[in-house]
C-alpha cells in the first residue's frame, strides 16, 4: 500500500510555485511567448496539409475541419492556459500532472514527450530538407546524391545532411541563451506570417467562388474526419508552455500568449483554406504543394519559389518551439530527480540546460538523417494527445479540489470544455495506427523500468521523505 501512495505522490502546487533552485533565465515578454507559440503553431498545416485534406478528403470543407479542430484544440489550451497562469514553471503537461495526478502520472508524460517532441524535430528537419533541395536544383546546382536522404529513400542515399544541420543549428541557437534565441524566432515568425499574408492577399483577388460548390463534396463526415487530420497542425502552444520559467511575468503573460497564438494561427488558417479552394477546384489541387499548384493555375507560378520559401521559413519555426519544448521537460524531470540530476545543470551565464540541449540535438539530428520520414513520423502523435488529456482531466480535478487556489486565467464552461478536450483527444488515438501503439507500448514499458529501477528512488519527493 505504502509502495501504491509513494507512486501517487503529488508535488504541492505552492511547492512548485515558490522554487528557485536551479531557476531559468525569466527574460521572455508577452509577444515573444506568443511568438514561439505562432512559430509552433504554423507551418506544414497551411503549406501542406489545407491541400491534402482538400482534395481528398474535405473539398472547400477543409475550412470546416480547420475551425472544428480549432474549437478542440482550445478546449485544451484552455486548461494550458489556467495552469500555466498558475504554476509558472518549466515542463507544461509534466509538471501539472505530476502537481495533480500523481508522479507516476507526470513521470509517463514527461517520459513520452521526451521521444514525440524529438522525433517531431526530426520529422519537421526532414521536410525542410526537401523544399530546400528542391530550390537549390532550381538554382541550377547539382548535389551528390549521397547527402540527399536517409538510407532507402532513393539512389545512393546515405543521410539527410540538411536536416542534420538543421537539427543542430536549432540546438545552436537554444544554447546561446533564451533572450537571442527568442529574437531569432521572433523574427523568422513575422517573416513567416507575412509570406502566408501575402499568399492570402494576393490569392484574394483571384477566387472563383464557383469553386466552392459543392462546399462538402465529401458529405459532413469528409469534414470531421478532415479535423483528425489538420488537428496535428493546431497544436504546438503545448510546447510553448513549456517556457513558462522563462517568462518575465509567466503568471500574467503565459495564459494570454497561449490564447493569443491559437488564435492568431486559427485566422490565418481560416483565410488561407477559403483562398486555396476558392482559387483552384479542390480536386485539381496538389495534395504536396497546394498553393503552388493553385497559384499556378491562374498564372501566377512565379510565386511558387517564394511560397516555398515561405515553408521552409514557416517549419524551421516548429523545429525551434518543439526542441524548446523537449529540452524544458527533461530539465524539468532531472531538476526533480526523475532523471540523474546532472542533465539539470544551467549554463552559469546564460541559464540554459545546455548538456540536454545538445544530447537532443543530436539524438534528432541522427533521426531525421537516417529514418525515412514515414519512419520517424510514426515516433509521433500519440503522447501529445495522451498529454492534453492529462492537463484537461487535471485541471478539473484541481479545480474542485483545491478551489482555493490563486487562478490568473480559470478555464470557462468547467467542466465542459476540458471534457469536450479529452473527448476529443481520444477519439484522434483511435485513429493512430497500430505501429504507432506498437511504438508507445515499447517505449512505456522501457519507461516503467527506468522509473522503477531509479526514478522513483531518486525523486526530490523521495529524499524529502
Known amino acids: 500500500m505504502a509502495a501504491s501512495r509513494s507512486i501517487f505522490r503529488r508535488k504541492p502546487v505552492e511547492q512548485i510555485a515558490s522554487e528557485h533552485e536551479g531557476e531559468l533565465s525569466r527574460s521572455l515578454g508577452l509577444w515573444q511567448l506568443t511568438a514561439i507559440g505562432v512559430g509552433g503553431i504554423i507551418g506544414a498545416g497551411i503549406f501542406a496539409l489545407a491541400g491534402a485534406v482538400a482534395n481528398q478528403t474535405a473539398g472547400p470543407a477543409v475550412l470546416v475541419s480547420f475551425l472544428i479542430a480549432g474549437v478542440a ?24 500532472g505530476y502537481a495533480v495526478l500523481g508522479e507516476i502520472v507526470g513521470w509517463f508524460i514527461g517520459w513520452d514527450l521526451l521521444l514525440e517532441y524529438t522525433a517531431i524535430v526530426a520529422v519537421v528537419g526532414i521536410g525542410i530538407s526537401g523544399y530546400f533541395g528542391f530550390l537549390v536544383q532550381n538554382l541550377g546546382f547539382t548535389l551528390p546524391s549521397w547527402m540527399l536522404g536517409a538510407p532507402g529513400t532513393g539512389d545512393g542515399h546515405v543521410v539527410d545532411l540538411f536536416a542534420v544541420i538543421l537539427c543542430l543549428l536549432i540546438a545552436f541557437l ?42 462538402f463534396p465529401f458529405g459532413i463526415s469528409g469534414a470531421i474526419t478532415g479535423a483528425a487530420t489538420v488537428f496535428f497542425a493546431v497544436f504546438g502552444y503545448d510546447a510553448m508552455s513549456t517556457a513558462a520559467e522563462e517568462s518575465k511575468d509567466a503568471m500574467r503573460h503565459m495564459p494570454r500568449a497561449i490564447i493569443y497564438s491559437l488564435g492568431i494561427s486559427m485566422i490565418l488558417y481560416v483565410l488561407a ?41 514557416g517549419i524551421l519555426t516548429v523545429m525551434f518551439t518543439f526542441m524548446l519544448g523537449v529540452t524544458r521537460v527533461w530539465f524539468s524531470m532531472s531538476r526533480d530527480g526523475l532523471l540523474p540530476r546532472w542533465f539539470a545543470k544551467l549554463h552559469p551565464v546564460r541559464r540554459v540546460p545546455t548538456r540536454v540541449t545538445w544530447i537532443l540535438g543530436i539524438a534528432s539530428a541522427v533521426i531525421a538523417g537516417f529514418l525515412p520520414i514515414r519512419e520517424a513520423a510514426e515516433l509521433t502523435n500519440i503522447g501529445i494527445l495522451l498529454a492534453f488529456v492529462v492537463v484537461c482531466v487535471a485541471v478539473i480535478v484541481l479545480r474542485y479540489r483545491r478551489p482555493d ?61
Open 73 to 96: 484544440s482550445a478546449a485544451a489550451a484552455f486548461s494550458y492556459a489556467e495552469f500555466a497562469g498558475m504554476i509558472p514553471k518549466a515542463g507544461s503537461a509534466y509538471t501539472y
Open 174 to 215: 537554444l544554447n546561446l541563451g533564451i533572450s537571442a534565441a527568442a529574437r531569432f524566432e521572433t523574427i523568422v515568425v513575422a517573416l513567416k506570417v507575412g509570406v502566408v499574408l501575402l499568399v492570402i492577399v494576393v490569392g484574394f483577388f483571384f477566387i472563383d467562388t464557383a469553386n466552392y460548390s459543392p462546399f
Open 273 to 313: 483554406t477559403l483562398v486555396l479552394t476558392g482559387m483552384q477546384n479542390y480536386r485539381e489541387i496538389d495534395p504536396e504543394s497546394g498553393f503552388s499548384s493553385a497559384f499556378a493555375s491562374v498564372g501566377l507560378s512565379g510565386l511558387a519559389s517564394v511560397i516555398a520559401v515561405g515553408a521552409i521559413i
Open 405 to 465: 487556489l490563486p487562478r490568473e486565467f480559470r478555464t470557462p464552461g468547467m467542466p465542459v470544455v476540458p471534457a469536450v478536450g479529452v473527448i476529443f483527444s481520444l477519439w484522434l488515438i483511435t485513429f493512430l495506427d497500430p505501429l504507432t501503439w506498437l511504438r508507445f507500448g515499447v517505449w512505456f514499458l522501457l519507461g516503467l523500468v527506468v522509473y522503477f529501477a531509479y526514478s522513483r528512488r531518486h525523486s526530490v519527493l523521495q529524499q524529502q521523505e
